[in-house]
């Protein structure tokens, strides 16, 4: 499995791209399955069926106003994100997904865990985090959030 973890991206758009692009790769078996830490840039991930909502026009133009472009997500839910956040994604193709949906969860936690220790953060720890938008056991925190 390869470990990418690029550098922040200067817009955006880029940082869509690339993830789209190795969601791409190995879906077409062109690259192994992979493991993404990559940073965020502020952002509005949307899902295909929130472009049908009532009032999702409204919605892109008032958040990109703010600083924030939607971008339509196709794996996942809907998500903001900030600067100071990262996208964690462990990819592969979608016969193996299934199978390892819930082994990835914790081998994905202990990962970024390991990560995070290996750049000198010590202080992160498996658990919620209170009023976060997608609550779950396998959320890391940093510093007791």
Same mark, same amino acid.
């Given at each position: 499995?390869?470990?990418?973890?690029?550098?922040?991206?200067?817009?955006?758009?880029?940082?869509?791209?690339?993830?789209?692009?190795?969601?791409?790769?190995?879906?077409?078996?062109?690259?192994?399955?992979?493991?993404?830490?990559?940073?965020?840039?502020?952002?509005? $991930?949307?899902?295909?069926?929130?472009?049908? @909502? +009532?009032?999702?026009? /409204?919605? %892109? !133009? &008032?958040?990109? *106003?703010?600083?924030?472009?939607?971008?339509?997500?196709?794996?996942?839910?809907?998500?903001?994100?900030?600067? $100071?956040?990262?996208?964690?994604?462990?990819? @592969? +193709?979608?016969?193996? /997904?299934? %199978? !390892? &949906?819930?082994? *990835?969860?914790?081998?994905?936690?202990?990962?970024?865990?390991?990560?995070?220790?290996?750049?000198?953060?010590?202080?992160?720890?498996?658990?919620?985090?209170?009023?976060?938008?997608?609550?779950?056991?396998?959320?890391?925190?940093?510093?007791?959030?």
């Amino acid at each position: 499995m390869d470990l990418l973890m690029p550098s922040r991206f200067e817009d955006p758009v880029t940082a869509y791209g690339y993830g789209r692009t190795i969601f791409g790769q190995v879906a077409a078996g062109e690259r192994q399955p992979t493991v993404s830490i990559a940073p965020s840039t502020c952002h509005v $991930g949307a899902t295909r069926r929130d472009t049908f @909502r +009532p009032g999702f026009a /409204e919605a %892109v !133009r &008032a958040t990109d *106003e703010q600083g924030y472009p939607v971008f339509v997500r196709s794996p996942g839910g809907a998500t903001a994100a900030e600067g $100071g956040t990262f996208g964690f994604s462990i990819i @592969r +193709p979608a016969e193996e /997904e299934i %199978v !390892r &949906a819930i082994v *990835e969860r914790h081998d994905g936690a202990a990962l970024v865990l390991g990560a995070l220790s290996g750049v000198g953060v010590r202080v992160a720890e498996l658990g919620e985090v209170g009023g976060e938008f997608c609550p779950g056991d396998h959320s890391i925190r940093v510093g007791g959030w």
